[in-house]
């Protein structure tokens, strides 16, 4: 049985990895391969790997009911890009669920004081948005 000689030095162990994963290939078609290295120019921050990892896998820190206010903003800011009157109905009333679950729970953090959304305001007001903008296209 022949061994293969352990490297003298960790240093050693990686260089000899890094080599054979190139040679096998690894390295090879990465994503930004041959692009600069983004973020070189922003400030030097401790905490710049927890902030990625919050961005990319798209989790919040926030307590419960700024989280929740947080929520109702952007649903009300993308109710006009929404095309289907059952998708604006489906998100308020999601959002209403989780709204009652967030009021009806001590939490950690601000107290919850987000009203529910009116649902049918909401939709009639959708609908009155939609024909104005279908009006619109018609025109042009």
């Not at 990895?17 to 120019?41: H, M």
């Not at 709204?99 to 939709?123: C, F, K, M, Y």
């Amino acid at each position: 049985m022949v061994r293969e000689r352990k490297p003298t030095s960790p240093a050693t162990s990686v260089d000899e990895q890094i080599r054979r994963a190139r040679k096998r290939g690894l390295f090879d078609d990465l994503e930004g391969e041959g692009e600069p290295l983004r973020d070189l120019r922003e400030v030097e921050d401790p905490t710049w790997w927890g902030k990625k990892l919050l961005a990319r896998e798209q989790l919040s820190i926030l307590p419960p009911a700024l989280e929740v206010k947080h929520e109702v903003e952007e649903l009300l800011d993308s109710l006009p890009t929404m095309r289907d009157e059952g998708q604006v109905r489906e998100r308020l009333e999601e959002l209403n669920e989780k709204i009652r679950r967030i009021n009806s729970h001590a939490h950690a953090g601000p107290p919850t004081h987000q009203a529910l959304l009116d649902v049918e305001a909401r939709v009639a007001a959708w609908r009155l948005a939609r024909a104005e903008a279908d009006a619109r296209e018609g025109e042009e």
